[in-house]
């Protein structure tokens, strides 16, 4: 699963200790260190895991989702704007699952209550890794941070 996966590397990457200088409490001029690439492996883990999430029926809110959606998880991709729109994301997704995976409202013995809770978790392990990038954010290989550069 792309997005379990994608969330254990943001952790991994914001566990990872950093190497220790000689020069202590000097700052690194080179941000290349392996916890980016982790940070960068993990958002693009979470943006593949949000593609399985497209809808390809005619109504209105699988337009809308897909069209609100990729647009969001393109900025999270390159590290644009990262966290603010990993959070309107994660607000998203959490109430078009509410709307599209009532697994609740159907008895145990359906095989479409199992469908539904598959898909309703499906969706809150996409909204738990977007949860992860709005806590720690982009990391170094990003938009934003080659902004603070400029």
Known sequence: NFAIGGGLI?????????????????????????????????????????MTLFR?????ISIVQNIFGSALVILVGVGFKTKLSSLVLVLW??????????FWRYNADTFIQDYLRYDFFQYMSVIGGLLLIVAHGPGGISVDDQKKKW
């Open 56 to 60: 390809f029926d005619v109504s209105f």
């Open 93 to 102: 997704l959490f109430c078009v699952n509410l709307y599209l995976n009532p």
């Open 10 to 50: 943001l952790l991994l990457a914001e566990c990872k200790a950093e190497t220790k200088s000689i020069f202590a409490g000097v700052p690194r001029l080179d941000s290349n260190t392996p916890q980016t690439y982790l940070q960068l492996a993990g958002r693009l883990l979470l943006v593949f895991m949000f």
